[in-house]
Every structure is written in structure tokens, then in C-alpha cells.
């Protein structure tokens, strides 16, 4: 934006700072967005309470190409197991008077947490006695950045346990039964998923596991098969009664002539 010029000056009127928390405002998904000039210094911002503060360069976790710029993520930051964690996006700000020269970098704090919610709005509908169905997103290394409730609970954020697993060798996903120990399951169905990315967004290799208890993912087979035998089983009786019923209206006017020849 035209606007981000503006940190040449450190954003003196403010515009630049302005521009950003409007777009804060209409995207409810990040914490915070702030840009820095080439030393660090926060000199334009969503929030007025981060201006002048330092940050110190983190090395890139995963980066992408656009036309024109770089993207990257930073690592994730998780102060606590069920809430809290945040993925910081940076993109450098170039100097449209200058071109080749940069003017400092754009970050935008992305809140975590509402992936979280999405993954728990996959298993809401099934409670915890029932033994849950639970969503689970994977990086492109197998490891596990995010998943529902019960598994942050379980300290599996970033752990690799499902990292093996035979089905993630699948480029267009699949579905299948394994052993649930890891995640402190029984046996479990797997449903598996690669990100195929978003327009011209190739995606970073990231895919989604879905995760059920087998009797509970088979429960509605299995109340099917139940609901199919007793209608298998009232539609004998009924058979048989509309059989006999129809027999003894076809067999009365036979018998009343047998019984009528025997008598003459």
C-alpha cells in the first residue's frame, strides 16, 4: 500500500498507522499488525501501545513466493497448551522511490486459536464419553500444529506421532483404520487430506486428519444394519399375515363347494 510509505518518515501523521488498523478492524483473524523500519523499530501500528518498541529478527519457519514479495512465517509461539498461540506473517516493504531498496518489513500476528476452533467445531457434536472425533492439522514435516482440545490437553502440539503413518505417504489422501495408542485411543478411523493450496497459492504442504474411535465411527453401520433386520423381520410378519389373510379368501368358496358336492 501507498500508505506504508509513509515509515520513511516514521509515520509521523500517522496515515500508515491508520491504514492498518482499519485492516485489523475488517480482518478479526489477527492479534496485531505492525511494520518496522530497517532497524527493528516499530514505527506504525494497529495498536498505538506497540510504537517504538524493538523486534528482533527470528529466523523464517516456512516462506512463499508472491509476485512481487516474499512471504514468511515466523516460529509458532504457544504460551499456553489450549490457548494463546499466535503465527507471526512478515512480508518485506519496499521503497517505490528506490527501487532494489527495502524500507523496513510488515508483520502480521495471526491468532492461532481460531484454527483451533475450527478443529473443534469438527468433533462439537460428539461428547467425550462417546470417545470424540478429533481434527488435527499437520505440517509439511508430519509434526502436529494444530489440533482439537483434547489432544492440546495431551501435550501433542508439535509432536511428530503421526509423523510414521503410512497414510500421509498418500498425495490424495485416503482412509483407513490404525492403532490409536499415540494419541491414547483405541483403535481409530483415519481420514486424511493434503492441502491442495488456494488460487495461486500453492499451499506449504500442510494436510488435515480427521480421527474417530472405530465404535463410534461404525455406530451408525451398525444402528443401520439393526434398523434393516427389524424391518427385514416386519415385513416377514406382515407377509405371512397378508398370505394367510389372502389364502383364507381363496380357499372359503373352494371348501363351501367341496362341502356342498359331498353332500349331494
Not at 42 to 52: N, T
Not at 161 to 189: C, F, I, N, Q, Y
Not at 197 to 214: A, C, D, E, K, M
Request: aromatic residues 8%; glycine residues 10%.
Amino acid at each position: 500500500l501507498e500508505a506504508l510509505q509513509e515509515i520513511r518518515i516514521d509515520d509521523i501523521d500517522k496515515r500508515a498507522s491508520h491504514v492498518l488498523a482499519d485492516l485489523k478492524a475488517g480482518h478479526e483473524v489477527y492479534d496485531h499488525i505492525f511494520c518496522t523500519n530497517l532497524e527493528g523499530k516499530i514505527v506504525a501500528a494497529s495498536d498505538q501501545r506497540f510504537l517504538g518498541q524493538r523486534i528482533a529478527p527470528q529466523a523464517a519457519w516456512l516462506t512463499m513466493s508472491f509476485p512481487g514479495t516474499v512471504v514468511s512465517l515466523g516460529p509458532f509461539a504457544f504460551p499456553m497448551p489450549t490457548q494463546g498461540a499466535k503465527l507471526t506473517l512478515q512480508a518485506p516493504i519496499a521503497d517505490v522511490f528506490h527501487p532494489g531498496k527495502l524500507l523496513g518489513a510488515l508483520y502480521a500476528v495471526f491468532d492461532w486459536d481460531q484454527i483451533f476452533l475450527i478443529l473443534y467445531g469438527i468433533g462439537q457434536n460428539f461428547t467425550m464419553s462417546e470417545g470424540g472425533r478429533r481434527a488435527v492439522l499437520l505440517d509439511h514435516e508430519g509434526r502436529i500444529i494444530a489440533a482439537a482440545s483434547p489432544l492440546r490437553q495431551q501435550g501433542l502440539l508439535l509432536s511428530s506421532v503421526l509423523a510414521s503413518s503410512p497414510l500421509l505417504r498418500r498425495p490424495k489422501g485416503g482412509v483407513t483404520t490404525m492403532d490409536g495408542e499415540a494419541l491414547g485411543l483405541p483403535e481409530v478411523l483415519v481420514g486424511y487430506a493434503p492441502s491442495q493450496g488456494y488460487q495461486r497459492f500453492q499451499g506449504f504442504g500442510w494436510s488435515t486428519l480427521v480421527i474417530q474411535p472405530t465404535p463410534q465411527a461404525f455406530a451408525a453401520i451398525q444402528h443401520m444394519g439393526g434398523a434393516f433386520l427389524l424391518l427385514l423381520a416386519l415385513t416377514g410378519i406382515i407377509a405371512i399375515g397378508a398370505s394367510l389373510l389372502i389364502a383364507s379368501q381363496l380357499a372359503r368358496p373352494i371348501l363351501t363347494l367341496t362341502d356342498f358336492t359331498r353332500r349331494f
